[in-house]
Nanobody, 115 residues
Framework: QVYLKESGGGLVQAGESLRLSCVAS????????MHWYRQAPGKQREWVAT???????NSTDSVKGRFTVSRNNPWNTMYLGMNNLEPDDTAVYYC?????????WGQGTQVTVSS
């Protein structure tokens, strides 16, 4: 079984920063690309960022220059550093991995940005 657990969300003001963490178990973490998604109230879940097994990263245009995805393989952990947060970043943030023929999701962590 694959388990993903996110943490680090909270309530912040616009312009502030947060760092989310995602701890994985049940997989050989270092060989998988890992992903961050988010879902705002009343909207569909959207892709935010990806870090490949080799450390290459990509992110959606709306967060480029503000969010940084990284990983620590010995700790089986992925991070999302979020700077200069905006009210539109308010959402539940999920980590995701595609492994063993399935998509695996954590329970999510809430990020709320007040203006």
């Amino acid at each position: 079984q694959v388990y993903l657990k996110e943490s680090g969300g909270g309530l912040v003001q616009a312009g502030e920063s947060l760092r989310l963490s995602c701890v994985a178990s049940g997989i050989n973490f270092k060989i998988y690309a890992m992903h961050w998604y988010r879902q705002a109230p009343g909207k569909q879940r959207e892709w935010v960022a990806t870090i490949s097994a080799t450390g290459s990263t990509n992110s959606t245009d709306s967060v480029k220059g503000r969010f940084t995805v990284s990983r620590n393989n010995p700790w089986n952990t992925m991070y999302l550093g979020m700077n200069n947060l905006e009210p539109d970043d308010t959402a539940v943030y999920y980590c995701n991995v595609r492994a063993r023929g399935s998509d695996w999701w954590g329970q999510g962590t809430q990020v709320t940005v007040s203006s």
